[in-house]
């Protein structure tokens, strides 16, 4: 790759970035400025520079005081909110009470959606202003995660109206918040130019003006860099790290992120469609075959060699640091003669055959990483063929219960484990909200019954209790294999301080300018 990037170098003038501007080129592009229109990451990303939300996450995600200065559970179902007083819109309204119950009443409404913000908002039963300043939500059930779910709701001023349209955002019309940055505009599949909002509430952002530049290829943002296009790129490719902080221009930035790669198996089906054993069957629904492919994975080895130790080995759904985390929960062990003997207790010395269906354009790296897994589980006597697939195939396919071993991943954005948990791993129940992308349908009670427990939590206590028991219990039932948690890299030309997030985004309002900078 590095000599393609010095090709691309030769195509890229040096540009000189104007004093208090900070360009950053990054992967992947919103589908819109609507910041309601969907849920995922690189559109949130955006929404965070010009929106706010009641409750905010610091770069740890630990919650913190955002449009709300403080909240409280009065009783099982009510909370109450202290809301910041003083804060205008951009278009110069001032934010109140009312605003937020237009914000939760559009944020699932929204056409169209390709990802919903209704579930964040599916326990909000009523929401009441008590004044301009303090608001009261009910929920459904007992929730002790709503501060967490509605870390996401950006809020808009009423007086956007009930028309208002997707298309009105992207076209900056209706692009209007409480955020650190004002929207300028938007040149799709190009740039998003930011100016700073100077009544912003909040810390002035270091930076007056901001250009997100959308650049896929990887070879192409790293030569951005070097040739001075841009000054910060996200997604450094592991193989370019080593060199890169090399360079005395450059600074480069490491943040371990929430995300979980993992291999999910088919636990539940008699016959499953690429899994075949000697005595037939499916070897899979037993807990001590899933322990074994699990121990034939060296998880160092593969972040070492695969992916240039851009990660870390991974025993449960969240690293440490995050609500959720078990401590006690022993480090995924590498033992392949322990691996080799429980297949033979099972009748299985020689092995049996699947197929690990995989991405191959998701995760940095991931069709190289399903390679090696591959590899590592044929040295126990497992016979792996390895079907790397584009996403929008994987995706559709996987939903279908068509994959009988799956690699894929899992953001627990939220800075807490149940999200993961009870989508992942929880019994499959469209009733309850459980197991929507648990494309192994495994199923286990107790683990049900500690996520239900967590949920309806009456304190913080309680609520990672529940969370870690449930850890607990699927790490022994080996429910899921983990293996590692990505590590995300940023690089800076030297002028530019960044604070990197474990959510992966790119936070302009928290960049600036070196004391030394011009």
Do not use: C
Request: net charge neutral; charged share 20%.
């Amino acid at each position: 790759m590095r000599k393609l990037i010095l090709a691309l170098l030769l195509l890229l003038a040096p540009m000189e970035a104007p004093a208090q501007t900070v360009t950053i080129a990054v992967q992947a592009e919103p589908s819109s400025v609507d910041p309601h229109f969907s849920a995922t990451g690189v559109n949130q990303e955006l929404a965070a520079h010009v929106f706010d939300t009641l409750i905010a996450r610091d770069a740890t995600l630990a919650l913190v005081p955002g449009l709300a200065t403080a909240w409280r559970r009065v009783d099982a179902v009510t909370w109450e909110f202290d809301l910041r007083d003083g804060v205008r819109f951009h278009d110069g309204s001032p934010f109140t009470a009312d605003d937020v119950i237009y914000s939760f009443r559009r944020a699932p409404t929204v056409p169209f959606s390709p990802a919903s913000f209704a579930g964040r908002v599916a326990q909000v039963k009523e929401i009441v202003a008590l004044s301009p300043n303090r608001l009261r939500m009910v929920t459904r059930k007992p929730y002790a995660q709503l501060p967490y779910d509605i870390s996401f709701i950006t809020i808009l001023p009423k007086g956007l109206g009930t028309k208002v349209a997707t298309e009105d955002f992207n076209a900056g019309k209706a692009a209007i918040g409480t955020g650190p940055y004002r929207f300028i505009r938007w040149a799709h599949g190009d740039r998003i130019e930011l100016v700073r909002n100077e009544d912003y509430w909040g810390p002035k952002p270091g930076f007056a003006n901001v250009t997100f530049r959308y650049i896929s290829n990887d070879a192409a943002r790293v030569a951005a860099l070097l040739s001075g296009n841009v000054d910060v790129i996200d997604a450094v490719p592991p193989a370019d790290i080593d060199w890169l902080r090399r360079r005395s221009d450059l600074n480069l930035l490491q943040s371990p992120t929430v995300t979980l790669l993992y291999l999910h198996l088919d636990s539940a089906r008699d016959d499953s469609p690429f899994v075949q054993a000697p005595s037939g069957g499916n070897p899979l629904r037993k807990a001590d075959i899933r322990r074994a492919l699990s121990l034939a994975i060296d998880r160092q080895l593969l972040i070492d060699k695969v992916l240039s130790g851009a990660g870390v080995p991974a025993n449960q759904m969240v690293p440490m640091g995050s609500v959720g985390f078990n401590p006690d929960i022993p480090p995924a062990a590498h033992d392949l003669t322990e691996a080799k003997r429980l297949l033979a207790a099972a009748g299985l010395s020689k092995g049996f055959r699947l197929t690990l269906h995989a991405t191959n354009n998701r995760y940095v790296g991931d069709g190289l990483v399903s390679q090696a897994v591959a590899a590592m589980l044929a040295r126990a006597g497992i016979e792996v063929a390895v079907e790397p697939l584009p996403k929008s195939v994987f995706l559709p396919r996987a939903s279908k219960l068509e994959f009988s071993v799956l690699q894929y991943g899992f953001g627990s954005v939220t800075g807490t484990s149940l999200l993961g948990m009870r989508s992942v791993v929880g019994s499959f129940d469209p009733t309850r909200g459980s197991g929507g992308i648990n494309r192994g349908r495994y199923s286990n009670p107790e683990v049900d019954r500690l996520i239900d427990a967590a949920e309806q939590a009456p304190d913080a206590a309680a609520y990672e209790e529940n969370l870690r028991g449930a850890a607990a219990i699927l790490a022994a039932d080996t429910g899921i294999i983990p293996l590692y948690h990505p590590t995300t890299n940023w690089a800076a030309r030297k002028h530019i301080n960044m604070q990197p997030r474990r959510d992966e985004w790119s936070l302009a309002q928290f960049m600036a300018p070196t004391p030394e900078s011009p």
